[in-house]
C-alpha cells in the first residue's frame, strides 16, 4: 500500500534528521519511493518560533496503519521529539497524511490528515511529487487542494549552504 509521511523540524540538525528518518523508514516500515524536494515554510498554528523544514514521502509498506503510528511516533521519540505543547518548536514531526485510499477516523488517527487542504506546507510538496494523487473523501488531487488552500503562508524551496 502506498502511504504519503510529511517530515517537518525547526529544531536542530534538520537535514540530518530526515536523512536519518528516511533510513529508518526504509527498514522498519517499507520501500521510501519518491521524496519531495526539502521546503522552507513559516511556522502554522503557532507561529512565534523558527522557520520549519518540511518533505513529504511516498513509501510502499504492508504495515497496519496502527502499526505504521507506532513506527512513526517511535522514530519521533528517538529522534528526540518531545512533546510539551501542540504545534510547538520540534526536532521531528512525522505526519500520516494519506494510506492509500482508506480513511480513518479513529481517536489516535485521522486518515485523510484533517489539515491537507489547510496547509501550503503539507500540500506544495504533496503536488510536487504526487499532483494527480486523489483526496478518498474530497475527490480532489492533491494539485487542486493546493490551488484553492486558503493558506498564505510563504513555503520556499530549500537551498542548503554550500560548502
Given amino acids: 500500500?502506498?502511504?504519503?509521511?510529511?517530515?517537518?523540524?525547526?529544531?536542530?540538525?534538520?537535514?540530518?534528521?530526515?536523512?536519518?528518518v528516511r533510513e529508518q523508514l526504509s527498514v522498519r516500515v517499507g520501500?521510501?519511493?519518491?521524496?519531495?524536494?526539502?521546503?522552507?515554510t513559516a511556522a502554522w498554528g503557532l507561529t512565534d518560533q523558527?522557520?520549519?523544514?518540511n518533505q513529504v514521502l511516498m513509501v510502499e509498506t504492508d504495515l497496519t496503519p496502527a502499526y505504521l503510528l507506532a513506527q512513526t511516533q517511535a522514530?519521533?521519540?528517538?529522534?528526540?521529539?518531545?512533546?510539551?505543547e501542540k504545534w510547538g518548536a520540534r526536532v521531528l514531526d512525522i505526519d500520516i497524511l494519506y494510506i492509500g485510499s482508506e480513511v480513518l477516523d479513529l481517536p489516535e488517527l485521522k486518515v485523510p490528515h484533517p489539515y491537507i487542504p489547510e496547509r501550503r506546507f503539507t500540500l506544495v510538496p504533496l503536488a510536487e511529487i504526487a499532483p494527480d494523487?486523489?483526496?478518498?473523501?474530497?475527490?480532489?488531487?492533491?494539485q487542486q487542494l493546493l490551488n484553492q488552500c486558503p493558506d498564505e503562508s510563504k513555503v520556499e524551496k530549500y537551498l542548503a549552504d554550500s560548502q
Fill in 1 to 20: 500500500m502506498t502511504v504519503f509521511l510529511l517530515l517537518g523540524a525547526n529544531l536542530g540538525d534538520r537535514e540530518g534528521m530526515f536523512r536519518w
Fill in 31 to 40: 520501500t521510501v519511493g519518491k521524496v519531495s524536494s526539502l521546503w522552507e
Fill in 50 to 53: 523558527p522557520s520549519f523544514l
Fill in 75 to 84: 522514530l519521533e521519540t528517538e529522534g528526540g521529539r518531545l512533546r510539551r
Fill in 133 to 142: 494523487f486523489l483526496h478518498p473523501v474530497l475527490q480532489l488531487t492533491q
